[in-house]
């Protein structure tokens, strides 16, 4: 494989990586501070049950899901068009 086009096949894979590592820390970070504002202001308990965080993280994992794979549409495709 030509050394320009090892590169650019790099750099793809970094920022699939760098993407990935963001998408992941943006979920953990985002479901957390939703969760802690919850429990905060009394919607819910952390004493009584983990039924609020599991219904909170399974909310927030399908909207940030979502999100993401429509991220992921967005970067595919104009790469694919380039």
Known sequence: MPLMLRDAAMTGNLQAIGFMISWVLGWGIGGS???????QTG???IETNQLGTLATFTVWTLLWGGVGFR???RFTRSNQES
């Open 33 to 39: 501070l939703i969760d802690a504002g919850l429990i």
């Open 43 to 45: 919607v819910y308990s």
């Open 71 to 73: 991220l992921y549409q």
